[in-house]
């Protein structure tokens, strides 16, 4: 079937904030005298559930509050991500699917206002039909968001395209039977997502050029 529905993730994807999150948790690890980590050790270490993450950081989460933490963390965020850019091409990619007729929502692990907000700071509302996150800060799945996204709307799954960064992303994807397009450069290292046996693009205009003239043509 051809695709006619692009389902975006947010986080290093279509928002370039890898950096901004690794100065975040960089600040937490210092506050705690932990090692702090690169944008290439982040990429490689950062998994979901994001608390295995922080266990591998060497958090102490039976020490610590883990609601307390990730507020700190947020807090944080807030203010390295600040800046943080759309991805290279993100505003020409959109312009070119909408103009195809090919409608656009997106999926994410972050809590839905502060998804919101960040959209609505990056003025790219008008491109998406449906916004879909989570209920808390804690970025744990979106397996089960994903599916209240097809049995809120109208979507239909078979011509329906997951676009993200993440092995997670790749995940839910086969959890909601659709095929999945992963973008390297964001917050996972392509050694670890070449494992998911999804198609890899490095920039968005190699996103658009997969779905029109690769292995999903309209």
Avoid at 21 to 29: E, F, G, S, W
Avoid at 114 to 127: N, Q, S, V
Avoid at 135 to 159: Q, W
Wanted: include cysteine; hydrophobic fraction near 40%; proline fraction near 4%.
């Amino acid at each position: 079937m051809p695709i006619r529905h692009v389902i975006w993730d947010w986080n290093g994807t279509l928002l370039d904030d890898a950096q901004a999150c690794v100065d975040a948790i960089n600040v937490l690890l210092e506050r705690r005298k932990l090692p702090t980590v690169t944008c290439e050790q982040y990429r490689d270490i950062f998994d979901f559930p994001v608390r295995n993450y922080y266990l591998k950081l060497g958090f102490n989460l039976e020490m610590e509050d883990w609601h307390s933490l990730t507020l700190e963390y947020h807090e944080v965020y807030a203010v390295t991500s600040a800046e943080s850019k759309l991805r290279p091409g993100t505003i020409e990619t959109l312009d070119r699917f909408r103009s195809d007729g090919i409608s656009l929502s997106v999926l994410s692990a972050c809590e839905m206002k502060l998804l919101l907000k960040m959209i609505g700071e990056r003025d790219i509302f008008d491109y998406f039909v449906h916004l879909y996150g989570l209920s808390n800060l804690y970025a744990d799945s979106k397996v089960s968001l994903g599916h209240a996204m097809f049995d809120d709307t109208s979507l239909p799954r078979s011509e329906s395209l997951l676009v993200g960064d993440t092995t997670h992303d790749a995940e839910v994807a086969a959890a909601l039977g659709i095929p999945c397009l992963l973008m390297t450069g964001g917050h996972q290292s392509a050694s670890k997502l070449v494992g998911c046996n999804c198609p890899l693009v490095p920039t968005m205009a190699a996103v658009y050029r997969h779905l029109t003239e690769a292995m999903l043509p309209l």
